[in-house]
């Protein structure tokens, strides 16, 4: 069965294979793909055509194109590393991370500019890659040695403000170099996996390079140090990974892919209901700020808004509530908050009923994205499958949150103002914790949409 191809259909006009029996169409089927046309106007009559025509209306142009897809690797039996590279669509994903690296490191080069005006002892350590790399929220480990002994720490960079610039370098490098290439479903897959494994690959490389010694001595006091610091490289390749696998796939699945894939169409509904959840939080966070900020001094945090600006914590602090929201464990500033601890815990009323407020938001996003999602999927015979794939798929998005966003202030340094703290503060949740409890929440959550769905 798994070597039946074209050759298996002797007949231009059979309708069943002369081999095996097999109808000439499913053969044809496998390699074979219609897609509308993405055109305004006909190009034989230059009528104006609607988004669902398949044919013209005024004069029957087919609108529609029959394309050969790509190779089918689900029966590759033994992947080598040929197969590895064709599949992620290298070197064409991997000149597209190329080239975000280089635009985020033409931008690294400008802040060094700006750190030398306002930092210039810091300046002659920091070098573009270690911008690059922070930029790319990197975690930081940093050792230092002096006559009296040694210590180190580990500076977590997961400030969601510092991954715009390399979400639109990664985005700008697909519209040029993938967007146009990316046809089906399955396209769309290969060439986010390829970006993300190509641009995680190369921020580890860069993180071996990371490596800076500094040594300063003072004669008159007879004493030194020696200060250490470089960037772990297997963190940035995960965090490389997603950043440019979910900044690709966002850009180049098309909501009519759905029907090609269950499983890539789920997996964008998942990255949407995530989305979506994390800007209505930050709406509501920020209308809350406006009116009352006393919750921001409740959770130990109000300090850094003055710091920093309203906007950059905020946007942190929409991806710690969020979490909360779908019950997971969360450290917020002095605070370590969970749904057992909510009600006996020393917060203001104000800011409890918010936390509360969150848990009911959360579950109404995921009901009416599970009620969109038996609409698509409920009258085919899957079952509860299609909510099994929506909560898993969410769970690891979550989980993936949880790597990036991790933040530490404190121990000496404060990543923002470069500030002295007496202690240190860790702002963020556990990945597996919260793989584990979104994926059974959410599951129960559009569980209950999806038998319930409202849209019916």
Request: proline fraction near 2%; glycine fraction near 8%; hydrophobic fraction near 45%.
């Amino acid at each position: 069965m798994d070597n039946i191809d074209f050759n298996n259909v002797n007949d231009k006009y059979s309708n069943y294979s002369k081999v095996n029996g097999m109808m000439s169409r499913q053969i044809k089927n496998k390699d074979l793909t219609i897609r509308k046309l993405e055109l305004e106007r006909c190009p034989r009559c230059d009528s104006k055509v609607g988004d669902n025509d398949i044919y013209c209306k005024s004069c029957g142009f087919d609108l529609e194109e029959t394309y050969k897809t790509n190779k089918s690797y689900a029966r590759v039996k033994k992947w080598g590393y040929k197969d590895v590279i064709s599949y992620l669509n290298i070197p064409k994903t991997f000149i597209t991370s190329v080239m975000a690296i280089i635009m985020l490191f033409i931008v690294s080069i400008m802040f060094k500019g700006v750190v030398s005006s306002y930092i210039p002892d810091v300046a002659d350590v920091i070098s573009p890659i270690h911008i690059l790399l922070s930029l790319n929220l990197g975690s930081l480990s940093v050792y230092s040695l002096t006559t009296m002994g040694w210590g180190g720490f580990e500076l977590n960079l997961g400030i969601i403000i510092l991954a715009v610039l390399p979400i639109i370098s990664i985005t700008i490098s697909n519209l040029i170099f993938s967007k146009k290439f990316t046809k089906d479903s399955q396209s769309a897959l290969r060439n986010s996996l390829g970006v993300g494994v190509s641009y995680g690959l190369i921020l580890g490389v860069l993180a071996l390079f990371s490596k800076t010694k500094m040594s300063y001595s003072y004669d008159m006091m007879q004493y030194g140090y020696i200060l250490q610091f470089s960037f772990r490289s297997l963190g940035m390749i995960l965090k490389g990974f997603i950043l440019g696998f979910l900044s690709t796939y966002i850009l180049l699945y098309k909501k009519e892919y759905e029907d090609e894939n269950m499983y890539l169409g789920i997996l964008k509904r998942a990255i949407n209901m995530l989305f979506i959840g994390y800007i209505l939080t930050f709406v509501i966070l920020y209308i809350l700020t406006m009116a009352d900020r006393s919750y921001l001094y409740n959770l130990g945090i109000s300090n850094y808004v003055n710091q920093v600006g309203i906007g950059v914590v905020l946007s942190q602090l929409a991806a710690y509530i969020w979490s909360f929201g779908n019950f997971v464990p969360v450290n917020i500033g002095s605070q370590e908050l969970s749904i057992f601890n909510l009600i006996r815990s020393d917060l203001y009323l104000t800011t409890t009923l918010m936390l509360i407020a969150m848990f009911f938001l959360s579950a109404l996003v995921i009901i009416v994205s599970a009620c969109k999602l038996e609409m698509k999927y409920g009258k085919k015979e899957d079952g509860i499958k299609p909510i099994l794939l929506l909560s898993g798929f969410y769970a690891i998005l979550v989980g993936a949150l949880s790597i990036v966003t991790t933040a530490t202030l404190g121990n000496s340094i404060d990543i923002f103002t470069l500030s002295n703290y007496t202690t240190s503060l860790t702002m963020g949740f556990g990945m597996i914790s919260s793989i584990l409890i979104s994926f059974i929440y959410s599951f129960l959550i559009s569980l209950v949409g999806y038998k319930l769905n409202i849209f019916n």
